[in-house]
């Protein structure tokens, strides 16, 4: 089961999650996660632009960008860490689906074995 974030913005409400697509999408526009304290004018917007991605297809950037803005935590501080640590730990959590074995159906697997010919 995948961590999802609740966001309300103006009366809108707002499911924040990854998907694998989504992944895909925000590193072929350059999203590279270990460059993240490196270059945060580039990485932070794609990481919460990706977030939208799943279920908020064809939101407009300028949007996310407003809706960054003002984030704020539980206790009404201007404080994005929180907001931005849950989406680092979401963004591993769809990554590491790629190689993580999670529950899968006995009577459909894939098998493989390495042979010598």
């Keep these: 089961m995948s961590t999802a974030i609740d966001l309300t913005y103006k009366g809108k409400d707002y499911k924040l999650e990854y998907s694998r697509n989504s992944v895909r999408q925000m590193e072929s526009q350059g999203f590279i996660l270990d460059q993240i304290g490196d270059k945060p004018m580039l990485m932070i917007p794609l990481l919460v632009y990706g977030a939208f991605m799943k279920n908020h297809r064809g939101i407009k950037r300028d949007l996310v960008d407003e809706i960054y803005e003002r984030i704020i935590d539980k ?25 993580a074995n999670g529950s899968v159906d006995e009577g459909n697997v894939a098998t493989w074995k390495v042979t010598k010919g």
Excluded at 78 to 93: C, I, V
């Design 75 to 99: 206790t009404g501080e201007d404080e994005k860490e929180g907001f931005l640590q849950a989406l680092l730990e979401m963004y591993s959590e769809t990554v590491n689906t790629l190689t």
